[in-house]
């Protein structure tokens, strides 16, 4: 058994390692050569990010195994979010720990925040074309892909694809 996942709001001790995760998952998952890349530094930009958005992390056994950032229509960083959708983005699970629970615990934890907040009835998420094990997570815990929503990140040819789960 894995010890218990432990998902809470990010605090500053926190960004260096959602730094870190963020930047493993995303080269780990060949989406950019390198972690110099302008939206690479963007989403290392943990303080920024922090200050315009809700930032959960999971831990385990007291270290950050995974980061999600949370998101409503009207705020920086919802991409997508219609009115009565909580989004989430950038969820990344440490490619060192990944397949370990991580990512369907914070998931799961999403879905149940979405049901708690007045007005929404959906929860919505991007992701890549080439995250297969994230869309085998999106599938197993209930969403449903919604491609007449999909779109590519302004000034690069990467197409990301939307799910939808309604509560």
Do not use: C
Request: zero cysteines.
């Amino acid at each position: 058994m894995h010890p218990q996942i432990i998902i809470r709001p990010a605090v500053a001790a926190d960004y260096d390692a959602v730094a870190r995760i963020t930047r493993d998952a995303y080269l780990a998952a060949g989406y950019f050569e390198s972690a110099d890349h302008p939206y690479m530094r963007q989403i290392q930009d943990v303080p920024k990010r922090a200050a315009n958005a809700t930032i959960w992390v999971a831990e385990r056994a007291g270290t950050i195994v995974a980061s999600v950032t949370l998101a409503v229509a009207g705020e920086p960083y919802a991409d997508i979010a219609y009115g009565d959708e909580l989004e989430f983005r950038m969820l990344v699970v440490d490619p060192a720990v990944q397949r370990s629970g991580a990512g369907k615990a914070m998931v799961h934890a999403i879905l149940e925040h979405a049901r708690s907040l007045p007005g929404i009835h959906a929860v919505a998420l991007t992701t890549g074309v080439t995250w297969e094990s994230a869309h085998g997570l999106y599938q197993k815990t209930g969403f449903q892909r919604a491609p007449e929503r999909d779109w590519v990140v302004p000034d690069t040819d990467i197409r990301l694809l939307v799910y939808r789960q309604e509560l």
